[in-house]
């Protein structure tokens, strides 16, 4: 193990000291003498441009952040030590433009071929959904990935407010579109609320996507549902998307479009756990906005997916 890597312990400095990184680890940001020994990198991107509801997600990695010094070293239940499968480190913010959506997406692009170039896997934490268009345009260049994408929304829409093409409804038909993921892989999970129509499930339905509607998910249960995802997205290159409006805002109030009727929050990291084995390439947690979030403990419910997330990403690059 690099000790360089090792996350400040809460035996060594209290949680509530310190400057706050993801999961306490080291910054290594492009350019750092360490970077290129970088396996599994955690990144934020503070920007909420494609928010059509309420907004703040550019507020949320500062406080993911903040939440996620309460991270420990070892998975309670699947007892994976992912600082010790991975070299893991926080590489810190893409800078957006917060007046212009194309240039914003374009700077979080480059910043993502950056880590590709370096053999970097990402864990993003955002921003809308719309931050995973421009991290897809990295990762999905060479070839198109699958996706498992946990969220109460398809996000398949083509377009808002006459014609905008890029907000957080959209990311996922403009992916699909430009080539950057495989509908045939791709399985969208706890979809639900009210509707304006059917033109995103139509759209599903046409190229080939497979949506688990949550009144399925409660139906079938989750083991059924994830082996069913895990089935569908193979053993090839993968994402995870996770909106945390997925999560019942019970237990996740601070989002900017909440939908009620969702999983609890110890589903929300159960489902995650069930990736176990897949060939994770990149995955982000999205949504979440400090705003809404009075007790903090939509961030803390974040952090601890993104955990999960990195839990099975250095898994499985430990097995590979």
């Keep these: 193990m690099d000790d360089f890597f090792s996350p400040v312990s809460g035996m060594d400095l209290p949680r509530f000291a310190g400057i706050p990184t993801f999961m306490r680890l080291p910054h290594v940001p492009p350019g750092h003498d360490r970077f290129a020994d970088v396996d599994i990198g955690l990144v934020g991107v503070p920007w909420d441009s494609g928010t059509t509801n309420r907004p703040g997600p550019r507020h949320g990695p500062r406080q993911l952040r ?79 990935l699958g996706m498992i994408h946990f969220d109460s929304h398809t996000d398949l829409w083509d377009s808002y407010f006459n014609g905008q093409k890029y907000t957080h409804g959209t990311p996922f038909r403009r992916a699909v579109e430009e080539g950057l993921l495989d509908p045939a892989r791709i399985v969208q999970i ?27 998910c409660a139906a079938r249960g989750w083991d059924d549902v994830m082996a069913e995802a895990r089935a ?59 705003p809404f979030d009075a007790s903090g403990g939509t961030a803390y419910l974040g952090v601890s997916i993104l955990f999960e997330l990195l839990c099975v990403m250095a898994a499985s690059r430990a097995s590979r």
């Design 232 to 290: 569908i997205a193979g053993d090839g290159p993968t994402y995870v998307s996770y909106d945390i409006d997925f999560v019942d805002p019970a237990f996740a109030p601070g989002t900017g479009t909440p939908e009620v009727g969702g999983p609890n929050s110890r589903e929300a990291l159960a489902v995650v756990r069930a990736l176990q084995g897949l060939d994770i390439v990149g995955a982000d947690l999205v949504e979440v906005s400090p």
């Design 66 to 144: 903040d939440a996620s010094t309460m991270i420990r070293a070892m998975n309670g239940v699947t007892r994976v030590r992912p600082f010790a499968a991975a070299r893991c480190a926080d590489l810190g913010d893409v800078g957006p433009n917060p007046a212009d959506i194309a240039d914003s997406m374009a700077r979080i692009s480059a910043f993502y071929d950056s880590l590709v170039t370096a053999g970097i896997r990402p864990l993003t934490a955002g921003g809308d959904h719309l931050t995973s268009l421009p991290v897809l345009r990295a990762l999905g260049k060479a070839v198109p």
């Design 190 to 216: 706890g979809i639900r609320g009210t509707m304006y129509d059917t033109s995103d499930r139509d759209f599903a339905s046409a190229v080939g996507i497979r949506i688990i509607e949550m009144e399925e």
